[in-house]
Every structure is written in structure tokens, then in C-alpha cells.
């Protein structure tokens, strides 16, 4: 699936450049996306500051600290998405670059950040407690030897904090 997000990138980007290509001719083309990368980069480095700024009056508990770094994420795409070639990544940063759609992304980055921390934080605990089992399954049971014996996990009151053990 990524694959096909990569080929679509690069359609796109081809498709945008042949267009202003054609309708401008190549030398304005290229001009053009050598102007948008170079006036990026300019906007960039004045937003970027205003951004490290805030972070640290976020830091300095002067300001909330939600909105400095939900625009350091964004701040961050941006910059991936001006270093990207291409036209359409460039004016997709620098439209990241603009206060106002910075702040109506807000939410949507607080949001994405949230489940991806749990997410985390769920995968983290799992590791701990040894029952996630990449790719597998755990069954819960008792192992019975070819001999006849029977082997269960030890079991602890400090160990059974009520958690399945995965083995």
C-alpha cells in the first residue's frame, strides 16, 4: 500500500511540472520550483523561529503548551515536505508554513499525536507484562511431557498481579 502512495506522489509531481511546463515552458518550470524552494526555505527559517520561540515560553510555563508543539509537528512537515522535490510538496509546506491553517490543524495533530501515544504506551505495557507474542498466539495451559509429567508456570503471589503470562 505505501508503494502505491509513493507512485501516486510521484504522478502527481511529474503531472504538475509537465503541466507548467507546458503551459510556461520549461526554463519558467524549472525557474518556478527553484523560487517556490528558495522563498520556502526563507518563510521557514521566519517561522521557525516565532515556533522555538513559543516553545520556549511553553517551556517557561508563559504559554499553553499545546499549540507550540502541535506547530513544531507541523513545522516539521513542512520542512520534509520543502526538502521533497517537487512543486505540489512545496506548496503543500508552505501552505503548512501559514498561521492560519496551522491552527485549524491543531486538533487534528493533538489527536493523531494522542493515539499514537497510546498506542504506544499499550505496546509498552504488553512488553512488560510478557504477554504479547509478535505474529503468535498464547494459549493459557499446562504443559503435559512425553513421560507423563506435568510442568505448570510457577505462580508467585509477587508475580500474579492478575495478568495472563505469556510463555
Do not use: C
Not at 41 to 57: D, P, S, T, Y
Not at 101 to 124: H, Y
Amino acid at each position: 500500500m505505501r508503494m502505491l502512495y509513493v507512485i501516486a506522489y510521484f504522478a502527481i509531481e511529474i503531472g504538475a511540472f509537465v503541466a507548467m511546463a507546458h503551459f510556461l515552458g520549461v526554463g519558467w518550470a524549472v525557474l518556478i520550483t527553484l523560487a517556490a524552494v528558495v522563498a520556502g526555505f526563507a518563510l521557514l527559517q521566519r517561522q521557525g523561529r516565532k515556533v522555538f520561540a513559543e516553545l520556549g515560553r511553553a517551556s517557561r510555563n508563559e504559554v499553553d503548551p499545546r499549540g507550540p508543539l502541535t506547530d513544531t509537528a507541523l513545522l516539521a512537515a513542512a520542512t520534509l515536505l520543502m526538502v521533497v522535490p517537487g512543486i505540489v510538496s512545496t506548496a503543500v509546506g508552505l501552505l503548512l508554513l501559514a498561521p492560519p491553517v496551522r491552527r485549524g490543524l491543531r486538533p487534528v495533530v493533538a489527536a493523531a499525536g494522542a493515539k499514537s501515544f497510546a498506542a504506544s504506551m499499550n505496546r509498552a505495557g504488553l512488553y512488560a507484562s510478557g504477554i504479547y507474542v509478535r505474529g503468535g498466539t498464547v494459549v493459557d495451559g499446562t504443559v503435559v511431557e512425553t513421560d507423563g509429567t506435568v510442568r505448570t508456570p510457577p505462580s508467585t503471589d509477587s508475580d500474579n498481579r492478575g495478568l495472563p503470562r505469556g510463555h
